[in-house]
Every structure is written in C-alpha cells, then in structure tokens.
C-alpha cells in the first residue's frame, strides 16, 4: 500500500514502472555485452578472448563488419571452455589502402554454435599437434636443422 501511495503521489502509472524496469534490464544487459569483449593477459594468454567467425557482412561504408564469434576462456591462448556465442561488432580502420581491425563489442548474445565451436577445437588441436610433430622431426633429425640453419645463414648457398 505504502508503494501504492508513493506512486499516485508521484503521478507514476504501473506502465511507466514497467517500463523503467525494462529499460534498467536492458541497460544491465548491455553493460554485460560490453564486459563479454576480449580480455587476454598478454604475457600469459590467459583470459577471454573471441575465436572463430561466421555470418561475416560488412558495413556499406567500410567503417565496420558484424560477424558472429564464440567468447572463450583460453589458456596459454589455447580454447579451454567456450562461454557464449556473440553477434560482434568490429571497427575498421583504413590507412594508405591497408585495412585494420580493432575495438570488437559484443552486441548480442545467442546460443552456443556448436559448429563453430567443434571447428574451433579442431584447428587449435591440428595446431598443436603440427608443433608436435615438428618438434619430433627436429629432435630425431637434427641434420635438417642444421641444413636449414645453414642455408638461411648464407642465403641458401
């Protein structure tokens, strides 16, 4: 009764209420988006950081594209556990002809992509095993190494 009271002495209807609490949802919400972007300790690779991209269109005037993108945790900047799936805005930036992307914002949130998400693990995986695998080759034939460090030394003489 009190709340009732303090809203007809306000001249404050329930659809004014609502709408004021819909509008502290949203602004919630879109404070949450704005925290979903990346955050990698640089040193580390550990933090969240936006892998993957699909559904990329660009923006006629070439000032930014909007693409969709799994937020993951990595560490050592490997994928570990993908967070959210998200619609991200990324600026674009043009000097002397060359392109540069920065300043991703996530704007919306969706269910996770799990086909994004399996591509993802895939190539991070093939990554890894392809650094396997030449650091078994290296170990087991260290000729070649010298062979390479040779040839780069003297041009490939």
């Known amino acids: 009764m009190a709340l009732e009271s303090e809203l007809r002495r306000r001249n404050l209807s329930t ?3 609502n709408a004021y609490r819909r509008q502290a949802a949203d602004d919630i919400e879109a404070d949450n988006l704005r925290r979903a972007k990346r955050q990698v300790t640089p040193h580390f690779g550990l933090g ?3 892998l993957g991209k699909t559904n990329c269109r660009r923006d006629p005037s070439d000032l930014f594209e909007l693409y969709e993108s799994t937020l993951w945790f990595v560490v050592l900047c490997f994928p570990v556990y993908p967070i959210a799936t998200y619609t991200v805005r990324r600026d674009l930036e043009g ?3 060359i392109v540069f992307r920065s300043n991703e914002i996530a704007l919306d949130r969706h269910p996770r992509n799990w086909a994004m998400i399996l591509l993802t693990w895939v190539e991070a995986s093939a990554f890894v095993l ?3 695998l030449m650091f078994l080759l290296m170990l087991h034939h ?3 190494v010298k062979r390479l460090h040779v040839g780069a030394r003297f041009g490939g003489l």
């Open 95 to 97: 000097w002397l002809g």
């Open 15 to 17: 659809s004014e209420v």
């Open 130 to 132: 392809t650094l396997r």
């Open 142 to 144: 260290p000729e070649w």
């Open 48 to 50: 969240k950081k936006f």
